[in-house]
């Protein structure tokens, strides 16, 4: 492929941000494409303190980057799929979906005794985690807990009273920080298109498209698309206590999804297999039947908080 033109690729600053774009830096350079990295802070960095939710917009850790597109000033931007919110701003697209990671919510603890008892403290800035752990483990306590990944491993190392804290297991394998002193949450429904990566550039570069559609993973692309139409038609932004997942299964899509109230005793959830030829539409269905048993009050009440 020839061309001068140099592909400029926004990205957070964190370690894992940084990951994930050189990623997909090296994989395009391995198409013969020139590119440069143009690392920005967002908002959601610099405010470690407030609760994602209370900052009252969706998208928290994309808009820097959004913004930056629109003006120009950068051609790609890579996010983590789970951050970005399902409407994508004007003129922005989806360029590729890159295939998806480990989806799984872990554990990192400081021994599992706790499990089994009454008390326990453990802290996500997750409202989706927090809600799914008070549904299994009503007695315990969540306190919030924000940072980059490294930041929250440093915290929960400093802490003197949580038993543990919940990360993405995608995050930790890719910079290599997964501790042993880990467990798989596997009855925690993940975020939908948690462990997938995105790129998105303006719909009207041509050459940037081109060049993304290479790297896109169709069958990602199928399961994460049901998970975020399965948020976005129960009207849920990316801080609502809603899991989501699709995975192909030879022919088939099996779908889990599920609904919570902020203190975790509602949960209203969905388990469904279709054959794959028939996905189009299958999220906002599923979304449709939870709204229907049970999850529209919940719904109603999320919208008053968030």
Known sequence: ?????????????????????????????????????????????????????????????????????IKGEIDVAVHSMKDVPTQLPKGVIQGAVLPRANFKDILIHKGIDFLSQEKGIIATGSLRRKAQWLNKYPSHEVENFRGNVNTRLQKLSDSQTWNGAIFAAAGLERINLKPENYMDLDWMIPAPAQGAMLAVCMEHNSFCQEALAQLNHK???????????????????????????????????????????????????????????????????????????????????LRKIL
């Not at 975790?264 to 999220?283: M, T």
Request: glycine letters at 10%.
């Open 1 to 69: 492929m020839a061309s001068n033109q140099v592909i400029k690729i926004g990205t957070r600053d964190s370690e894992l941000a940084l990951w994930q774009a050189n990623n997909v830096k090296s994989q395009l350079e391995g198409l013969g494409y020139q590119v440069k990295l143009f690392p920005v802070k967002s908002t959601g960095d610099l405010n470690l303190d407030q609760p994602l939710y209370e900052m009252g917009i969706t998208g928290i850790f994309t808009k820097t980057l959004d913004v930056a597109l």
């Open 219 to 301: 069958e990602t692309e199928v399961c994460v698309h049901i998970e975020r139409e399965f948020l976005r038609a129960l009207e849920g932004g990316c801080t609502a206590p809603i899991g989501a997942l699709a995975k192909v299964e030879g022919n088939e899509v099996h779908f889990s999804g599920a609904l919570f109230s902020l203190d975790g005793k509602e949960k209203v959830s969905i388990e469904q297999r279709i054959p794959l030829d028939e996905a189009e539409g299958f999220g906002k269905k599923c979304a449709q039947e939870i709204l229907a048993n049970g999850g529209q009050p919940i719904m109603e009440e």
